[in-house]
């Protein structure tokens, strides 16, 4: 076995001791080590990509040696590997554009809390994208609720204590979903290993035995993990969890926790269920259904909304809609898009939320839209940035959100059944985007009397600016040479199955 | 259906001791009896699990007598899992009770909805 | 080779760079040289920037693929005679109504914005005119909303910001409308590439016809929005008049062609024998002629004198669509010449509105008595233009309604062939009466006039040699109608 094998494991494990270590480190020293370990394993993820690029197919790995079915094991494909690398690139930029702002709101001293959690968080997603093991999932996504939970009320105020007593509750119930069900297929099929349940699931599928408790444990699973990723209509918790904790654990919980969630149900779905025996379920209809709805919903909560961090917070609602409606349409080109929609939300949202904060820096600390008038001109990179965030979002070509577009009207005129439902809520989610998100960048760029804040200049803040840089390039990127992800999404999920 | 059920009954306690945990957690206002509830729930997972593990005549997987045929013992794997659960859920139960902890010295009731309020009225 | 992509990405560049270099508002004292610095700039960069295009027109045989968005949508440019005639309209446009605002901007603030913005436009509208298939287009069609859009809302009063707004909800909705379309054809067409004229697969056309003829329309509708086409047509009367003049004139003479180009470009990727003689064509008839008609009404009711030209450029661009929709060779000529003319004319109508903003600040109607006494050079350009518009021989839009309305007889169409000339007719009437009396009363203010408090207001050169340019062309137009005539037929659909 190749040494590049060992990769997957080596990153879950890297940044699960360089937390421990960060606990009794002082918080300088912890940032650095940090910083270093999600760049480290950003770079192993990339190694290990080209390397199973090369190979052409996904290897298994033995934790401890014990053969399947009762060893546990970890799998790397295409799409685990470049899912791995793309979370890292997020996050790095995320934790990077939001430090400056975890001196203003959290203690120095809690600073080393912090990182551990972030490490953490990111040990749980790597687990969560490689393992092959349900009820290893199931740990792992507890360990994700908690440390998402922390990032939360890390910023110790009212209100993100409540958030994160809500998000709690929330995660709670999916989690208790996701088990139930992970149990009910544990006792049908006897086994923990996804591809040794994905074969018993063939066989009962096969002979028609245990309809109706596979069923039930499906639609468990899903429901338990669309709660988890805030699927409409249970995103109760999601505009205060984002809207008011720091902003580096805003971007990292919108771009990169949700989609955790929603990695693991495509695995679940590829490596677990089958595709094609998901498909003949009628789950997939009330996903497509409830997809339509948040993208509806969402953006209309978002246009009622006056407070910027959440409005944007709202748009997410509207955003992973999208993806379950991907899911909805039961093909692999919905998959395809889906699966091409968790990069470019995930690099557009982090990317809106960083730039929101420098603009409410410069407007006194608000975030209503009343002081955000010509906040565009006092922090000019946000404003770049958010415009091109907006635009983006609204799926103007040549940047991320129209490719995402392009694929699901795409895969939607394939679904003959589905097609004008989705291209319709598809029309009408976009003008509805474009309404609160122009709106924005309009206000931003009207030019304030007399404006009683004070401008930012590059120099104050080299790094934020440099970071909004990458995050823009990432986008357009996305947007502008979207094919080579497209046939890698498509090498991914063939590899799934 | 009747007949099924009324053999499988510990699954079918577990189901609606689910049931019962679960709405607990999602609907009562007062945080220490939405915890309960949380503990209710995850408790009909482990009852769960551990009647499927468990295979009646057969002892615990620890090998005491020299048998070491399998057709001896339960299947242990369950166990192990209910034990990991355990240590998760407990974890889980401590992080909320924290939580609440903080809630309460702030603003001196369990009540999340009326929280809520009372963050609307600070107006921040 | 690159001069085509020169010509779209230099003033796009060229836009940018002044955006970032002129930050800082530039009124006041100390910045006269700063201005002068920034008015130079743009001045080049416009003329650099016509030259590239003109070299691109001359030179560039093949198509340049700029790169591939999916496997199978390029981003690619291709110069075609359609392309060549809306190129070379915007070109002289643009470069008049760019060193009219030189002068006319000197009192605005945030100017390096506006010309920012404005050569964002100039390279946007290039490369929609040199854009050699849908989604390229599709891409140049949005990305020329959002660089028009500052210029509208420039002055920043509520009523600006909220008309910018009208004008970018109505361009996203309709530009979402055509998208939905672009799917379908997408699906549905060998090629998206406009070289192939139309390219529905056999079999589409077969199986889902009616289901095509739906998204057609639906496509006509969507496109129809940036040309004011009834009943989306409610943003261009509101956003037009508040831009600042040299924009409102760039704005009515040539981003509503965008348009027009857009539904030139569908109908040939459609074919015409495909949508002729079916309930598209005759809805689409229906539609302009309302258009036609209601907007003349409008803007003979209409007090203030750039809204008034505003709904005129409403009625008048659905003269254009009609001719695109009679779907005969004759009318398709009558509607590019007067796509030409209306662009020169309503270029000096709305210029010669913003002269007289800029010596005298009057805007309504009633306060123009005697203004071709103060000012008779713009005047007069006003009034050459105002029968070109309403179709006098022998100015430019005499002989483009004149081949509009023999398409029209020619059609054989029920009830419309005789319908269409009789509303153009009617139409060309209501325009004479919105537009002469401004004329009359300017030149011949009555008995009543007290002479001795005028005083001559002509503008410098700066601004009247652009309107006399453009004047003069508008008559050319007529003049040489024929050969254009014979190069438009010659291009074909």
Same mark, same amino acid.
Request: hydrophobic share 50%.
């Given at each position: 076995?190749?040494?590049?094998?060992?990769?997957?494991?080596?990153?879950?494990?890297?940044?699960?001791?360089?937390?421990?270590?960060?606990?009794?480190?002082?918080?300088?020293?912890?940032?650095?080590?940090?910083?270093?370990?999600?760049?480290?394993?950003?770079?192993?993820?990339?190694?290990?990509?080209?390397?199973?690029?090369?190979?052409?197919?996904?290897?298994?790995?033995?934790?401890?040696?014990?053969?399947?079915?009762?060893?546990?094991?970890?799998?790397?494909?295409?799409?685990?590997?470049?899912?791995?690398?793309?979370?890292?690139?997020?996050?790095?930029?995320?934790?990077?554009?939001?430090?400056?702002?975890?001196?203003?709101?959290?203690?120095?001293?809690?600073?080393?809390?912090?990182?551990?959690?972030?490490?953490?968080?990111?040990?749980?997603?790597?687990?969560?994208?490689?393992?092959?093991?349900?009820?290893?999932?199931?740990?792992?996504?507890?360990?994700?609720?908690?440390?998402?939970?922390?990032?939360?009320?890390?910023?110790?105020?009212?209100?993100?204590?409540?958030?994160?007593?809500?998000?709690?509750?929330?995660?709670?119930?999916?989690?208790?979903?996701?088990?139930?069900?992970?149990?009910?297929?544990?006792?049908?099929?006897?086994?923990?290993?996804?591809?040794?349940?994905?074969?018993?699931?063939?066989?009962?599928?096969?002979?028609?035995?245990?309809?109706?408790?596979?069923?039930?444990?499906?639609?468990?699973?899903?429901?338990?993990?669309?709660?988890?990723?805030?699927?409409?209509?249970?995103?109760?918790?999601?505009?205060?969890?984002?809207?008011?904790?720091?902003?580096?654990?805003?971007?990292?919980?919108?771009?990169?926790?949700?989609?955790?969630?929603?990695?693991?149900?495509?695995?679940?779905?590829?490596?677990?269920?089958?595709?094609?025996?998901?498909?003949?379920?009628?789950?997939?209809?009330?996903?497509?259904?409830?997809?339509?709805?948040?993208?509806?919903?969402?953006?209309?909560?978002?246009?009622?909304?006056?407070?910027?961090?959440?409005?944007?917070?709202?748009?997410?609602?509207?955003?992973?809609?999208?993806?379950?409606?991907?899911?909805?349409?039961?093909?692999?080109?919905?998959?395809?898009?889906?699966?091409?929609?968790?990069?470019?939300?995930?690099?557009?949202?982090?990317?809106?939320?960083?730039?929101?904060?420098?603009?409410?820096?410069?407007?006194?600390?608000?975030?209503?839209?009343?002081?955000?008038?010509?906040?565009?001109?006092?922090?000019?990179?946000?404003?770049?940035?958010?415009?091109?965030?907006?635009?983006?979002?609204?799926?103007?070509?040549?940047?991320?959100?129209?490719?995402?577009?392009?694929?699901?009207?795409?895969?939607?005129?394939?679904?003959?059944?589905?097609?004008?439902?989705?291209?319709?809520?598809?029309?009408?989610?976009?003008?509805?985007?474009?309404?609160?998100?122009?709106?924005?960048?309009?206000?931003?760029?009207?030019?304030?009397?007399?404006?009683?804040?004070?401008?930012?200049?590059?120099?104050?803040?080299?790094?934020?600016?440099?970071?909004?840089?990458?995050?823009?390039?990432?986008?357009?990127?996305?947007?502008?040479?979207?094919?080579?992800?497209?046939?890698?999404?498509?090498?991914?999920?063939?590899?799934?199955? | 259906?009747?007949?099924?059920?009324?053999?499988?009954?510990?699954?079918?306690?577990?189901?609606?001791?689910?049931?019962?945990?679960?709405?607990?957690?999602?609907?009562?206002?007062?945080?220490?009896?939405?915890?309960?509830?949380?503990?209710?729930?995850?408790?009909?997972?482990?009852?769960?699990?551990?009647?499927?593990?468990?295979?009646?005549?057969?002892?615990?997987?620890?090998?005491?007598?020299?048998?070491?045929?399998?057709?001896?013992?339960?299947?242990?794997?369950?166990?192990?899992?209910?034990?990991?659960?355990?240590?998760?859920?407990?974890?889980?139960?401590?992080?909320?009770?924290?939580?609440?902890?903080?809630?309460?010295?702030?603003?001196?009731?369990?009540?999340?909805?009326?929280?809520?309020?009372?963050?609307?009225?600070?107006?921040? | 080779?690159?001069?085509?992509?020169?010509?779209?990405?230099?003033?796009?560049?060229?836009?940018?760079?002044?955006?970032?270099?002129?930050?800082?508002?530039?009124?006041?004292?100390?910045?006269?040289?700063?201005?002068?610095?920034?008015?130079?700039?743009?001045?080049?960069?416009?003329?650099?920037?016509?030259?590239?295009?003109?070299?691109?027109?001359?030179?560039?045989? &093949?198509?340049?693929?700029?790169?591939?968005?999916?496997?199978?949508?390029?981003?690619?440019?291709?110069?075609?005679?359609?392309?060549?005639?809306?190129?070379?309209?915007?070109?002289?446009?643009?470069?008049?109504?760019?060193?009219?605002?030189?002068?006319?901007?000197?009192?605005?603030?945030?100017?390096?914005?506006?010309?920012?913005?404005?050569?964002?436009?100039?390279?946007?509208?290039?490369?929609?005119?040199?854009?050699?298939?849908?989604?390229?287009?599709?891409?140049?069609?949005?990305?020329?909303?959002?660089?028009?859009?500052?210029?509208?809302?420039?002055?920043?009063?509520?009523?600006?910001?909220?008309?910018?707004?009208?004008?970018?909800?109505?361009?996203?909705?309709?530009?979402?409308?055509?998208?939905?379309?672009?799917?379908?054809?997408?699906?549905?067409?060998?090629?998206?590439?406009?070289?192939?004229?139309?390219?529905?697969?056999?079999?589409?056309?077969? &199986?889902?016809?009616?289901?095509?003829?739906?998204?057609?329309?639906?496509?006509?509708?969507?496109?129809?929005?940036?040309?004011?086409?009834?009943?989306?047509?409610?943003?261009?009367?509101?956003?037009?008049?508040?831009?600042?003049?040299?924009?409102?004139?760039?704005?009515?003479?040539?981003?509503?062609?965008?348009?027009?180009?857009?539904?030139?470009?569908?109908?040939?990727?459609?074919?015409?024998?495909?949508?002729?003689?079916?309930?598209?064509?005759?809805?689409?008839?229906?539609?302009?002629?309302?258009?036609?008609?209601?907007?003349?009404?409008?803007?003979?009711?209409?007090?203030?004198?750039?809204?008034?030209?505003?709904?005129?450029?409403?009625?008048?661009?659905?003269?254009?669509?009609?001719?695109?929709?009679?779907?005969?060779?004759?009318?398709?000529?009558?509607?590019?010449?007067?796509?030409?003319?209306?662009?020169?004319?309503?270029?000096?109508?709305?210029?010669?509105?913003?002269?007289?903003?800029?010596?005298?600040?009057?805007?309504?109607?009633?306060?123009?008595?005697?203004?071709?006494?103060?000012?008779?050079?713009?005047?007069?350009?006003?009034?050459?233009?105002?029968?070109?518009?309403?179709?006098?021989?022998?100015?430019?839009?005499?002989?483009?309604?004149?081949?509009?309305?023999?398409?029209?007889?020619?059609?054989?169409?029920?009830?419309?062939?005789?319908?269409?000339?009789?509303?153009?007719?009617?139409?060309?009437?209501?325009?004479?009466?919105?537009?002469?009396?401004?004329?009359?009363?300017?030149?011949?203010?009555?008995?009543?006039?007290?002479?001795?408090?005028?005083?001559?207001? &002509?503008?410098?050169?700066?601004?009247?040699?652009?309107?006399?340019?453009?004047?003069?062309?508008?008559?050319?137009?007529?003049?040489?109608?024929?050969?254009?005539?014979?190069?438009?037929?010659?291009?074909?659909?």
């Amino acid at each position: 076995m190749n040494f590049i094998c060992n990769f997957p494991f080596f990153s879950i494990l890297l940044s699960l001791f360089s937390g421990t270590i960060c606990s009794v480190l002082p918080a300088k020293a912890a940032k650095v080590v940090n910083r270093v370990v999600i760049a480290v394993i950003g770079l192993l993820s990339a190694i290990l990509l080209l390397y199973l690029l090369s190979v052409g197919e996904p290897f298994v790995y033995w934790m401890g040696h014990f053969p399947a079915p009762w060893g546990n094991e970890i799998r790397a494909g295409v799409l685990e590997a470049g899912m791995a690398l793309f979370f890292c690139i997020i996050m790095y930029l995320s934790m990077a554009g939001g430090a400056h702002k975890l001196y203003d709101e959290v203690d120095e001293s809690k600073h080393n809390l912090y990182y551990i959690l972030v490490n953490l968080l990111l040990s749980s997603l790597l687990a969560l994208v490689y393992t092959n093991d349900m009820f290893t999932a199931y740990v792992f996504v507890e360990i994700n609720t908690i440390s998402a939970c922390g990032l939360i009320m890390i910023r110790q105020v009212g209100r993100t204590i409540e958030a994160a007593v809500r998000y709690m509750i929330m995660s709670l119930l999916g989690s208790g979903l996701l088990l139930f069900g992970l149990c009910i297929m544990y006792d049908l099929t006897g086994h923990l290993l996804m591809s040794n349940i994905k074969e018993s699931v063939g066989l009962l599928v096969a002979n028609g035995e245990y309809q109706i408790p596979l069923i039930v444990s499906i639609a468990l699973m899903c429901v338990g993990l669309c709660i988890k990723s805030a699927l409409f209509p249970f995103h109760a918790w999601l505009p205060d969890a984002y809207g008011y904790s720091t902003v580096s654990s805003a971007a990292i919980l919108s771009s990169l926790v949700s989609k955790g969630y929603i990695f693991l149900l495509i695995k679940i779905i590829y490596r677990v269920i089958g595709f094609d025996n998901f498909n003949s379920t009628r789950i997939i209809d009330v996903l497509f259904v409830f997809g339509l709805m948040g993208m509806i919903f969402g953006s209309i909560s978002a246009i009622r909304e006056n407070d910027i961090r959440r409005m944007i917070a709202f748009s997410s609602v509207a955003q992973i809609g999208y993806i379950y409606m991907g899911f909805g349409m039961g093909t692999q080109t919905g998959m395809v898009a889906s699966v091409y929609h968790i990069l470019s939300h995930a690099a557009t949202k982090s990317l809106l939320f960083i730039a929101a904060i420098g603009l409410t820096e410069v407007s006194g600390g608000s975030r209503k839209f009343a002081d955000l008038t010509g906040a565009g001109y006092r922090n000019k990179w946000a404003g770049v940035a958010f415009t091109v965030g907006s635009l983006s979002m609204v799926g103007i070509p040549l940047f991320s959100g129209f490719i995402s577009k392009l694929l699901f009207a795409q895969a939607a005129v394939q679904v003959e059944g589905k097609m004008l439902a989705s291209l319709i809520v598809l029309g009408i989610s976009t003008v509805l985007n474009a309404v609160y998100f122009m709106k924005t960048v309009i206000r931003i760029y009207t030019a304030a009397k007399d404006s009683p804040y004070g401008g930012m200049t590059f120099g104050k803040m080299k790094i934020y600016a440099i970071t909004l840089i990458f995050f823009m390039l990432v986008n357009v990127l996305l947007g502008v040479s979207s094919q080579p992800v497209v046939d890698l999404i498509w090498q991914g999920l063939t590899m799934f199955s | 259906m009747g007949p099924n059920l009324f053999a499988n009954y510990g699954e079918a306690v577990s189901a609606i001791l689910f049931c019962i945990g679960f709405t607990n957690l999602l609907l009562q206002k007062n945080l220490i009896k939405k915890i309960i509830g949380l503990n209710i729930m995850d408790s009909a997972i482990y009852l769960f699990l551990a009647e499927k593990g468990y295979i009646a005549g057969r002892v615990a997987p620890i090998v005491v007598n020299g048998v070491t045929s399998t057709e001896a013992y339960i299947n242990p794997i369950p166990s192990g899992l209910v034990l990991t659960g355990i240590v998760v859920s407990v974890s889980v139960t401590a992080l909320m009770l924290s939580l609440t902890i903080r809630l309460y010295t702030r603003y001196h009731t369990l009540d999340l909805d009326e929280i809520s309020r009372q963050l609307k009225k600070e107006g921040r | 080779m690159y001069m085509i992509l020169l010509s779209v990405f230099f003033p796009i560049l060229a836009g940018v760079f002044l955006l970032i270099r002129f930050r800082t508002p530039l009124s006041g004292e100390g910045n006269a040289s700063k201005r002068k610095t920034l008015v130079t700039l743009t001045g080049c960069f416009l003329v650099v920037t016509a030259l590239f295009t003109g070299a691109a027109i001359l030179t560039q045989k &093949e198509g340049v693929t700029l790169f591939y968005l999916t496997k199978t949508l390029p981003v690619y440019f291709e110069i075609d005679r359609m392309g060549t005639l809306f190129s070379l309209l915007a070109l002289v446009v643009l470069l008049c109504a760019g060193f009219f605002s030189f002068e006319y901007m000197k009192h605005e603030e945030r100017e390096s914005r506006y010309y920012g913005f404005y050569l964002l436009a100039f390279g946007v509208l290039n490369g929609l005119c040199f854009a050699g298939n849908l989604i390229t287009f599709y891409l140049f069609f949005e990305l020329l909303t959002l660089s028009s859009m500052p210029l509208v809302l420039h002055t920043g009063s509520k009523e600006a910001v909220m008309a910018g707004l009208k004008y970018l909800f109505y361009s996203l909705c309709g530009a979402y409308a055509a998208l939905f379309g672009i799917y379908f054809l997408y699906r549905n067409c060998e090629t998206l590439s406009f070289s192939a004229g139309s390219a529905l697969k056999a079999s589409a056309v077969a &199986e889902q016809g009616g289901f095509l003829l739906a998204v057609a329309f639906i496509m006509i509708l969507g496109f129809g929005v940036k040309a004011g086409m009834f009943p989306m047509h409610a943003w261009l009367p509101a956003a037009h008049p508040v831009a600042p003049a040299p924009a409102s004139a760039v704005l009515s003479a040539l981003i509503v062609k965008a348009g027009v180009l857009a539904l030139i470009r569908v109908t040939g990727l459609f074919g015409r024998d495909f949508l002729q003689e079916t309930w598209v064509q005759t809805a689409w008839l229906g539609l302009t002629l309302t258009t036609v008609f209601m907007g003349s009404l409008l803007a003979y009711r209409e007090p203030v004198l750039k809204k008034r030209l505003a709904y005129s450029t409403v009625s008048q661009l659905s003269y254009i669509l009609f001719g695109l929709a009679v779907m005969n060779e004759e009318a398709f000529t009558g509607s590019l010449l007067h796509v030409l003319a209306h662009g020169f004319i309503k270029a000096v109508l709305f210029l010669c509105a913003g002269a007289i903003i800029y010596k005298t600040g009057k805007t309504r109607v009633e306060e123009l008595r005697g203004i071709g006494k103060e000012m008779p050079l713009t005047m007069w350009c006003f009034t050459i233009a105002s029968l070109g518009l309403i179709g006098i021989p022998p100015t430019g839009g005499f002989f483009s309604k004149w081949h509009l309305a023999v398409g029209s007889l020619k059609s054989g169409l029920p009830v419309f062939d005789v319908l269409g000339p009789v509303i153009l007719l009617v139409s060309a009437l209501l325009t004479a009466g919105y537009l002469l009396p401004i004329t009359v009363q300017g030149f011949f203010p009555g008995a009543d006039y007290d002479y001795n408090t005028l005083q001559k207001k &002509e503008p410098c050169g700066l601004i009247t040699v652009p309107i006399l340019i453009l004047t003069v062309l508008s008559v050319l137009v007529g003049l040489f109608s024929d050969n254009i005539a014979l190069a438009i037929t010659a291009a074909g659909l």
